[in-house]
Nanobody, 125 residues
Framework: VQLQASGGGSVQPGDSLKLSCVVS????????LGWFRQTPGKEREFVTS????????AYADSVKGRFTISRDIAKNTVYLEMKSLKAEDTALYHC???????????????????WGQGTQVTVSS
């Protein structure tokens, strides 16, 4: 399984960005797709996730109402639409996936087996 994230960039506070993550190598039935972010010296932080089968989503409180995760089943792609970006959203954003992740574990990075390289998001005035 390979994941390729893209769409990051440098924006100003209040702007929007849409990240994409293309997953290749297998079908994703039974998988959960997640977005995590990381800044230097800190652990990876859960941002959001979506269960491929059924589309159930979860969000970190810090992004709820501003970020939206979605998927395109035909394209094996998951999206992260980010609005009203803040300086504290600056991070390297990773997409990840794993099979059979139970709901209580979907916010844990170690529940995900496969990771993409990440795409940098910088929010600065």
């Amino acid at each position: 399984v390979q994941l390729q994230a893209s769409g990051g960039g440098s924006v100003q506070p209040g702007d929007s960005l849409k990240l994409s993550c293309v997953v290749s190598g297998r079908t994703l039935s039974g998988f959960t797709l997640g977005w995590f972010r990381q800044t230097p010296g800190k652990e990876r932080e859960f941002v959001t996730s979506i269960r491929w089968s059924g589309g159930t989503t979860a969000y970190a409180d810090s992004v709820k109402g501003r970020f939206t995760i979605s998927r395109d089943i035909a394209k094996n792609t998951v999206y992260l639409e980010m609005k009203s970006l803040k300086a504290e959203d600056t991070a390297l954003y990773h997409c990840a996936t794993g099979y059979g992740i139970i709901i209580s574990s979907q916010r844990r990075a170690n529940a995900y087996n496969y990771w993409g390289q990440g795409t940098q998001v910088t929010v600065s005035s």
